[in-house]
């Protein structure tokens, strides 16, 4: 009967160990998994947007605006976490050559048990990046 109170006293302990864990990962934000995750959305949602017509024509990259943005948007929202909240603005698309900087600001909500939600105020971490793609191409229709 004693070591069964101990083993039962182990599993307890396990469980509440790992509760606490995934409470106060959910109550806390890493910039370092932000940073990685636009990193990754910034990059394929360029490649996403490339006009492979006008690469054909001039042998010169160019990418849409509009397919960039819903784009980076639909791979950013697939990845998240649904206890931050995120505010994703655009700045300086260009389409020509491709380049787009995107800026995240991400609020941690710091709710505690007990708390309600809305009452409770996180702690806010914006991060920006700006990817250009370029190319050097031997490929020219012209000649």
């Known amino acids: 009967m004693k070591e069964s109170m101990w083993g039962y006293w182990i599993v307890v302990l ?3 160990i790992m509760s606490v864990m995934v409470l106060l990962q959910n109550m806390t934000t890493t910039n370092e998994q932000d940073y990685y995750l636009i990193k990754s959305c910034l990059e394929a949602s360029m490649y996403d947007a490339i006009d492979y017509g006008y690469y054909r024509d001039t042998g010169d990259l ?3 605006q509009e397919k ?3 784009s980076f948007v639909r791979r950013f929202s697939e990845i998240i976490n649904i206890n931050r909240d995120y505010d994703i603005t655009f700045y300086d698309i260009y389409e020509e050559p491709p380049a787009a900087s ?3 600001k991400t609020n941690t909500k710091a709710g505690g048990i007990g708390q309600a939600a809305t009452n409770s105020e996180g702690v806010d971490v914006t991060n920006k ?3 250009i793609l370029y190319t050097n191409s031997l490929y020219n229709p012209r000649s």
Do not use: I
């Open 62 to 64: 160019k990418m849409n």
């Open 14 to 16: 396990g469980v509440s």
């Open 129 to 131: 990046l700006t990817g």
């Open 102 to 104: 995107v800026s995240v």
């Open 68 to 70: 960039f943005a819903e």
